[in-house]
């Protein structure tokens, strides 16, 4: 079942997003758990029985997205699935949920993004109906 994030699941969820960011800090944490309680951001939690074992965070660009066409554009800014629950259709349904929650909403794009060595994301992406349209290395120097 997905619901929408809630104060009360703040410690499962801290603890996923740790897992997927794993330099992240409550901090940084509690900022997008704010941001989704004031309506800047949007989160979604894959709750299976009592268990909390998967998230989306989501968003609305305005600036810049590559390959979009529209000023205001869906934005996956994370998606993460418990090890044990990947390869059940969850981050699909995640996805989906999103897809649907903007569309409702009158957005005709969602974009995302990857780092260049995470094939499963990628595939994934892939898979679910993505199109990949720009790769980019950063650089910097002091």
């Known amino acids: 079942m997905i619901i929408e994030y809630k104060k009360e699941y703040f410690n499962a969820y801290k603890k996923l997003v740790k897992e997927l960011w ?5 901090e940084d944490i509690i900022k ?14 894959y709750k299976r029985e009592d268990d909390i074992i998967g998230f989306i ?3 609305v660009r ?3 997205v590559p390959g979009s066409t529209g ?3 869906a934005y996956i800014e994370g998606i993460y699935v ?3 629950y990947r390869r059940n259709q ?14 409702n909403r009158g957005f005709t794009e969602i974009a995302s993004d990857t780092l260049i060595e995470n094939e499963v994301s990628q595939f994934l992406h892939k898979a679910i109906g993505f199109r990949e349209v720009e790769r980019c290395v950063h650089f910097i120097k002091k």
């Open 22 to 26: 794993n330099d992240i800090t409550d």
């Open 32 to 45: 997008i758990t704010n941001e989704h309680l004031s309506g800047k951001e949007y989160i979604f939690l």
């Open 57 to 59: 965070n989501t968003s």
């Open 62 to 64: 305005s600036d810049y």
């Open 71 to 73: 000023n205001g554009v």
């Open 82 to 84: 418990c090890k044990a």
């Open 90 to 103: 969850v981050a699909i349904r995640l996805v989906e949920h999103a897809m649907k929650f903007f569309k």
